[in-house]
């Protein structure tokens, strides 16, 4: 039995090992291990790759999240609205300003936050926005942006699971007033190691932030204010600078495989696809379906050799760390309801039509109520 791994980060880096261990050696032997030119490079190629103003490195998302807020000043006593089914992250960024997250149940039909609800939940303490491009599925940026016009609130968007993801034809973390990339390991576009990204329109802003990673200096010793050390690294530079250029060819490719789970489980009315909002092109960085019965499907994909996973098992209400927002069970039904159905399927840029095939005829099975081979 062939096994079918939920994501082959090796397989995908094959064909790069090469450059890979070049570019690695290059930082090893050049004995710059802090900021420098592989640092100011990477985000000048990244700015240039996505068509923003400017990007700056920053050691992971949650870090660059929390750092956004920061540089439009939001703390104690303000309100900042997002979704309830996302990575803790983005809510731990919020907290971890003194402000307070307020949660937003789905759009119905998707997995990204409802504009409707978004609306109702604006207070005069609300300041801020992040919508989250969950599973690199780009959310209604219209109605998002167009309400934070209206209340004079700032949109700091989520792409930490959505880059080179399109809207209208352009990439997302370009709408918003900031917007924040992931490097983690898995993400579209992964490094090889903790790391991050934060894009802004504003110079100014941009530089704050910049300072504000590095211990609130621009110069060595001179020190404007209190910052902190959150740095991308220059090794993870380096190997970023390898990645960046496949990230459009990789992202067609889950966009093929998104299609060959299309074809395999049209006919499967148990499983219900993910819904792409017209006029998006996501980018699948998992592929999310809701079935019924998911543990047992769970287990019969594994007896086959199939990984699957769950992002997420538990609704952000429902979580200890959330508590004191007094939003138990029953509070965010569609999202609680999610997180009991679904299912993410093996989904990386180097699967093949076979293995989609492989991972199609079990489900089907399954449903079909025999046990697959
Ligand atoms: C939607 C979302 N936001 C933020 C983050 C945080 O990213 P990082 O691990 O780089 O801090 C993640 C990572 O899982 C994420 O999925």
Same mark, same amino acid.
């Given at each position: ?32 291990? *802090?900021?420098?030119?592989? #640092?100011? $490079?990477?985000?000048?190629?990244? +700015? ?18 929390? +750092?956004?807020?920061?540089?439009? !000043? ?24 003194? &402000? ?20 109702? /939940? *604006? ?26 016009? +209206?209340?004079?609130?700032?949109? *700091? ?15 997302? !973390? ?6 924040? =990339?992931?490097? =983690?390991?898995?993400? $579209? ?8 990204? #934060? ?29 902190? $050390? ?20 990789? $992202?067609? &490719? ?51 050799? *199939? ?15 959330? +508590?004191?927002?007094?939003? !138990? /069970?029953?509070? =965010? ?31 089907? /099975?399954?449903?079909?109520?025999? /046990?697959?081979?």
């Amino acid at each position: 039995m062939t096994k079918i791994a939920f994501l082959d980060i090796k397989r995908m880096h094959d064909p790069l090992r090469g450059q890979l261990h070049r570019a690695a050696l290059e930082v090893i032997d050049g004995g710059h291990y *802090i900021g420098g030119e592989q #640092v100011k $490079n990477f985000e000048k190629e990244m +700015a240039s790759w996505m068509g923003a103003p400017e990007v700056c490195g920053v050691s992971c998302a949650t870090f660059g999240l929390f +750092a956004a807020l920061k540089s439009f !000043g939001i703390g104690p006593g303000d309100e900042v609205i997002t979704t309830v089914h996302t990575a803790i992250a983005t809510a731990e960024a919020i907290g971890l300003t003194g &402000a307070q997250v307020v949660f937003c149940d789905l759009k119905p039909g998707y997995f990204f936050l409802d504009a409707d609800e978004v609306e109702r /939940k *604006i207070t005069p303490r609300t300041k801020a926005l992040i919508p989250v491009h969950l599973y690199g599925q780009p959310v209604e940026l219209d109605r998002i942006c167009a309400l934070a016009k +209206a209340h004079g609130l700032r949109v *700091i968007e989520d792409c930490a699971q959505a880059q080179g993801a399109r809207y209208g034809g352009r990439y997302v !973390g370009l709408f918003g007033d900031a917007a924040v =990339f992931s490097f =983690f390991p898995s993400k $579209n576009l992964g490094g090889f190691g903790d790391g991050g990204a #934060v894009a802004m329109r504003d110079p100014e802003r941009m530089r704050w932030l910049r300072m504000f990673c590095n211990h609130g200096r621009e110069s060595k010793y001179l020190h404007e204010f209190e910052g902190i $050390n959150s740095r991308l690294d220059a090794i993870q530079a380096a190997l970023l600078r390898v990645i960046l250029p496949q990230v459009d060819r990789w $992202n067609a &490719a889950r966009r093929s495989v998104a299609e060959w789970y299309g074809e395999e489980l049209a006919g499967v009315s148990e499983v219900l696809r993910p819904a792409d909002l017209p006029g998006t092109e996501p980018v699948y960085h998992v592929y999310v379906c809701l079935v019924p019965d998911r543990e047992a499907l769970r287990t019969e994909l594994m007896r086959n050799g *199939i990984e699957s996973g769950v992002h997420y098992p538990c609704s952000l209400n429902t979580l200890p760390a959330f +508590a004191r927002l007094g939003q !138990g /069970k029953g509070c =965010f039904p569609l999202a609680e309801r999610a997180c009991e159905h679904m299912l993410s399927l093996p989904m990386h840029p180097a699967m093949t039509r076979d293995e989609v095939r492989a991972v199609g005829g079990v489900i089907r /099975k399954f449903y079909r109520g025999g /046990k697959a081979s």
